[in-house]
């Protein structure tokens, strides 16, 4: 399985942008990046893919290495309800295209 | 968008019995769902794969016979934890996918909390 590395935690100014960097040497060429995040007490939830070009949504921006091997989560501006864990997952197609998370990178926004 | 509903939230019960979690997804239907289990401080550990109509695939070290997985509809999972002990004690919490395709997003529940006396 292809896998990724995160630092484990981060902490970031309220209104400031964030960068959460994802590192994935291992990818392969169909796999695609996928970024989700959980609140305290909750379930994850989506906040966006991308399999080569960079890719923008409400909720942020993704910033993919030329090579593949590196990603990067952009939050524009940080808000508080921006604290979580933020997890960078690469699909599995070899068993059933199954989610496995990582450790990920907690997120601290500080007002 | 869409939803994905997870019953109970929270369920408190004895050394012995039985606890069934349902997962129902709202407004699509699910041809694949999965179970996670999230002890604290610690990340989502992929339980089982579901998939409608079919046995649901275990993770290596998961025993099937006390995690029942039910999968009877497009829209409707559950999980059965039998037997219950305190060491189940967790945080669980399930997923939907409305396609196969590995640019699909998954759908989260808002997890269930398992507190086992």
């Known amino acids: 399985d292809a896998k990724t590395t995160q630092p484990n935690s981060m902490e970031s100014n309220e209104e400031e942008p964030v960068h959460l960097p994802c590192n994935h040497s291992t990818i392969s060429g169909t796999d695609y990046i996928h970024w989700y995040r959980q609140l305290p007490s909750q379930g994850p939830e989506y906040v966006i893919h991308?399999?080569?070009s960079n890719v923008n949504n409400r909720m942020a921006s993704l910033a993919i290495a030329e090579d593949r091997k590196s990603s990067t989560l952009i939050l524009h501006r940080a808000t508080l309800r921006d604290a979580a864990v933020y997890y960078c997952i690469l699909r599995d197609r070899g068993n059933n295209n199954d989610m496995r998370f990582g450790a990920g990178t907690r997120l601290t926004v500080k007002p | 968008g869409a939803v994905v509903s997870q019953h109970p939230s929270r369920v408190i019960c004895k050394s012995g019995t039985s606890v069934k979690i349902e997962c129902r997804s709202l407004?699509?239907?699910?041809?694949?769902m999965f179970w996670y289990r999230q002890f604290p401080k610690q990340s989502l550990m992929l339980m089982a794969t579901?998939?409608?109509?079919?046995?649901?695939?275990?993770e290596q070290g998961v025993e099937k016979d006390k995690f029942l997985i039910n999968h009877a509809s497009l829209t409707l999972s559950t999980l059965t934890v039998t037997s219950a002990h305190p060491e189940d004690s967790s945080f669980y919490i399930c997923s939907a996918r409305r396609g196969g395709a590995t640019n699909e997003k998954l759908f989260f529940g808002s997890g269930t909390q398992l507190s086992v006396l």
């Open positions: 579901s998939n409608e109509g079919s046995k649901a695939t275990y």
């Open positions: 407004d699509f239907q699910a041809t694949t």
């Open positions: 991308g399999l080569t």
